[in-house]
Nanobody
């Protein structure tokens, strides 16, 4: 079964950093694309960053460019989202997600984790 599970969220002050982890099972992060998304209550879920190993695609949303970086650890089968210089607008529930081998960070994937809360507050 294709499954992903997020961890690493928490409460931080503006300017601080967090690293989120997405543990993958049932597939290899060297073969499947994995994306990070976030959602604020009452607002649409937005793509934050995505990585496709097949085409070496790395995408980052405009609001987080220069601050967030996606990476993977093949041995651990984990995808990370390094979040630096966090600001209040980064608050939300962060999800990782994937799909079958034909998905390469375009459109909405089907397999989602449960989400991890990131709260940036002064």
């Amino acid at each position: 079964q294709v499954q992903v599970m997020e961890s690493g969220g928490g409460l931080v002050q503006p300017g601080e950093s967090l690293r989120l982890s997405c543990a993958a099972s049932g597939f290899s992060v060297d073969e499947y694309a994995v994306g990070w998304f976030r959602q604020v209550p009452g607002e649409a879920r937005e793509e934050v960053s995505c990585f496709s190993p097949r085409y070496s695609i790395q995408s980052t949303g405009d609001s987080v460019k220069g601050r967030f970086t996606i990476s993977r650890d093949s041995a651990k089968n984990v995808v990370y989202l390094q979040m630096n210089n966090l600001n209040l607008e980064d608050t939300g529930v962060y999800y990782c997600a994937t799909d079958d081998v034909t998905w390469h960070c375009s459109g909405r994937p089907r397999f989602w984790g449960q989400g991890t809360q990131v709260t940036v507050s002064s």
